[in-house]
């Protein structure tokens, strides 16, 4: 049975705690460590878990250190400037991890990473959960086996609603650094970071493989009062051939969800949460019924078998096959140059306080006829978007080289291993 610890019970490591639970129902794992940095805010659920034989830590280093030989792997559901010495520490004191995504913020700290987990000789997921999805799965196998012809482009779209206590709620959110630490949160690097990915997957037609940017030319935009985007147009040239366009954003009118569609020169795949649909251009039509209620159970259960096996190679969702993702992050943020903030004139803003909600004017129109057209915003002459030029992304391998970031904030990121 994998013994687990979870970094963290609050916040998004709540859904670690969730599904790892249904999976310690079925036998197949055992939660036996936590480290809380705030155990004043959690004396109930505190003592249920003591009573239940899990030892609780108020940090994480003194977690890995005190649960040698009593804990195989643990559970990282912590803010994205922790990842890397998080991930690091775990391995190097001998567990498996199981991260949440995104990996990392930057391509340096990404290969580190990997090349403590490889010198550990430990394995690490990272948490892109439509990855164990059965819809995903079969457009994968529908793109390797040719069933769309040659991929020619894939595009992603999405209109989401995320309104100011969203950013009000943790002191990196919508940051582009905190203290020394990079962040680069919003839409590419955060909340639809899982559908970016996506794209990528289903645009390389080797199995477990996202395609590879070889460029990249992007849009980052805010239009809430934030440092980083929260609105984003990205063009990525890709190794594979694919040219993919990520369009997005978290100022949307009306919420729309996610859609990745795929165009082969036989046939055009759709997906979104729930839908699935491939159109052949001999006519066929395949719209199955998929179950993907599970994934956040699916994730772990994977992470656990390929754990128990030492196995890297049984995971879904690898360290190793995440890197595009970050390289694609990277690199937008080196073409855009800087985020830009959109104008109160092209902007409506609705409500008072934290449930204030902004709106950019036309987005809800504008993402879908940027990716019809395989265009960025400035592209469609919007006049609050403005053209940026291509970023080559070979031999990349440390972030920032052209960026330029916001003045250093005057609020500085906990020192030590940090993980809230």
């Not at 239940?52 to 559970?75: C, H, K, L, N, S």
């Not at 580190?112 to 959960?129: D, H, K, L, N, T």
């Not at 994968?140 to 991929?151: D, S």
């Not at 306080?353 to 915003?377: R, V, Y």
Request: proline share 6%; net charge negative.
């Amino acid at each position: 049975m994998m013994r687990i610890g979870i970094l963290g019970i609050g916040g998004f490591a709540a859904n670690h705690w969730r599904a790892l639970e249904e999976v310690q129902r079925s036998g197949a794992c055992r939660i036996v460590a936590t480290a809380v940095i705030d155990p004043a805010n959690h004396p109930a659920r505190l003592e249920e878990l003591r009573g239940q034989g899990v030892a609780i830590f108020t940090d994480a280093e003194a977690m890995f250190d005190a649960m040698r030989g009593t804990m195989d792997a643990v559970a990282i559901p912590t803010p994205i400037h922790t990842h890397a010495p998080l991930m690091i520490a775990a391995v190097r004191s001998g567990y498996h991890v199981f991260l949440e995504k995104p990996a990392a913020a930057t391509v340096q700290e990404f290969d580190e990473m990997v090349a403590a987990a490889r010198a550990a000789g430990r394995i690490c997921a990272v948490g892109f959960q439509w990855l164990h999805s059965r819809s995903i799965a079969l457009l994968k196998l529908r793109v390797t086996e040719g069933a769309l012809g040659a991929i020619e482009r894939v595009t992603c779209t999405a209109g989401w609603i995320r309104k100011q206590e969203y950013y009000q709620r943790a002191s990196w959110a919508g940051r582009v650094r905190l203290g020394d630490h990079w962040v680069l949160d919003g839409s590419v690097n955060n909340p639809l970071a899982h559908y970016l990915v996506n794209m990528l997957y289903l645009a390389s037609t080797q199995r477990r493989t996202l395609a590879t940017p070889s460029a990249v030319r992007a849009e980052l935009y805010a239009g809430h009062d934030i440092e980083s985007e929260d609105t984003a147009a990205v063009e990525v040239l890709t190794r594979e051939g694919p040219r993919c366009y990520f369009l997005a954003t978290l100022c949307a009118d009306e919420h729309f969800n996610p859609e990745v569609v795929v165009h082969g020169t036989q046939g055009v795949a759709c997906h979104s949460p729930g839908r699935v649909s491939l159109r052949y251009n001999d006519g066929r039509i395949e719209e199955p019924a998929l179950d993907d209620s599970q994934l956040d159970v699916a994730k772990f259960e994977n992470f656990i078998a390929a754990a128990e096996a030492n196995d890297p190679s049984l995971l879904r969702c690898s360290l190793e096959m995440c890197r595009p993702h970050t390289l694609t992050v990277n690199g937008a943020f080196e073409s855009a140059r800087a985020v830009r903030r959109i104008g109160p004139a092209f902007l409506r803003v609705q409500g008072q306080g934290p449930s204030t909600k902004t709106i950019i004017d036309g987005i809800d129109a504008a993402i879908p006829q940027a990716a019809s057209e395989g265009a960025l915003f400035s592209d469609l002459e919007l006049p609050w978007a403005h053209r940026t030029a291509t970023f080559d992304l070979s031999g990349y391998d440390r972030f920032p080289r052209q960026f330029q970031p916001p003045r250093p904030s005057e609020r500085a990121a906990p020192g030590g291993l940090p993980f809230a």
